[in-house]
């Protein structure tokens, strides 16, 4: 009986040392919806509670690419279907589903498609291409306020951001790896509004004129505490990218384009990630 006892506790310990592995998701979060996510879970449990789930337990940087990061303590074997959720403020993705008989699992989203791997050094990740939207407002803030609202006026015109402030900007997005804040800017394509810019309505002062717009065109502008500059329209490639090009394994080539394993002396291409280049060794 006393043998049978301690061979009971014995697996009974076994068994919960076994079910409390730790599994980590991984998010590197692409999408324009913010820092304020939560990760929800259905399958076989709620991992993370009801919805919308649970808000990162840490961010981490692994090469170079930020991760939001939530740990599971147990639940091994368990099939999950994780969801990216805006902390339900109407704005959700769906992981891959995964079984939890792992350490680690890696995804990369931008809030429509989806990437999984398994190596985050590498992550060489391409999403559909951005979008821009016709007749918004592109603001690289600069100005280190907590918040940006911007009010357009044309004379004889209505007012085309709305009543003084104007529209707060509080999406953003990110283009060409830069991140705009964004604002609505309907019009006729024609008319041409003065902009103000400002803190809580112009609290403290903080206020200013600065560039004029044409409603109706998407225009990016970078606005710094007391000045509001146009800005090119950037370079939109084909798909937002994670590419660690100072983690790529450097291939070298002859001239004539044949592969070298080992480069002695003479002149190389080098190809690293997506970069070329010519080098004398």
């Not at 407002?137 to 085309?160: F, H, M, Q, S």
């Not at 830069?178 to 206020?207: A, M, R, W």
């Amino acid at each position: 009986m006393k043998k049978s006892l301690l061979l009971s506790l014995a697996l009974g310990a076994m068994a919960m040392t076994a079910s409390a592995a730790t599994h980590n998701i991984y998010v590197a979060n692409l999408t324009d919806w913010g820092s304020d996510v939560a990760l929800y879970s259905w399958g076989d449990s709620e991992i993370f509670g009801g919805w919308p789930g649970a808000t990162p337990d840490a961010q981490e940087t692994i090469s170079g690419v930020k991760y939001d990061k939530w740990v599971i303590d147990g639940h091994d074997g368990e099939v999950a279907h994780p969801i990216l959720n805006n902390n339900n403020n109407n704005k959700q993705v769906d992981l891959n589903m995964i079984t939890l008989d792992e350490e680690n699992y890696y995804f990369a989203t931008n809030g429509e498609s989806v990437n999984q791997y398994s190596d985050p050094s590498k992550p060489e990740t391409t999403f559909e291409k951005i979008e821009l939207q016709e007749g918004w407002l592109y603001l690289l803030d600069k100005t280190g306020w907590d918040n940006l609202a911007v009010y357009g006026w044309a004379t004889g015109k209505p007012e085309a951001l709305g009543g003084w402030p104007g529209t707060e900007a509080t999406e953003s997005v990110t283009v060409a790896d830069q991140t705009y804040k964004k604002v609505p800017f309907n019009g006729d394509g024609v008319t041409s509004y003065n902009l103000i810019f400002s803190h809580d309505g112009g609290g403290e002062g903080k206020q200013f004129d600065g560039c004029a717009a044409v409603a109706g065109q998407t225009t990016f502008i970078e606005v710094t505490a007391t000045t509001a500059t146009i800005l090119p329209t950037p370079d939109i490639e084909s798909g937002v990218k994670v590419v660690m090009e100072e983690n790529a394994e450097a291939e070298y080539y002859t001239l004539q384009g044949v592969r070298v394993a080992a480069p002695e002396t003479g002149i190389y291409i080098v190809r690293k990630g997506s970069k070329v280049s010519k080098v004398v060794m």
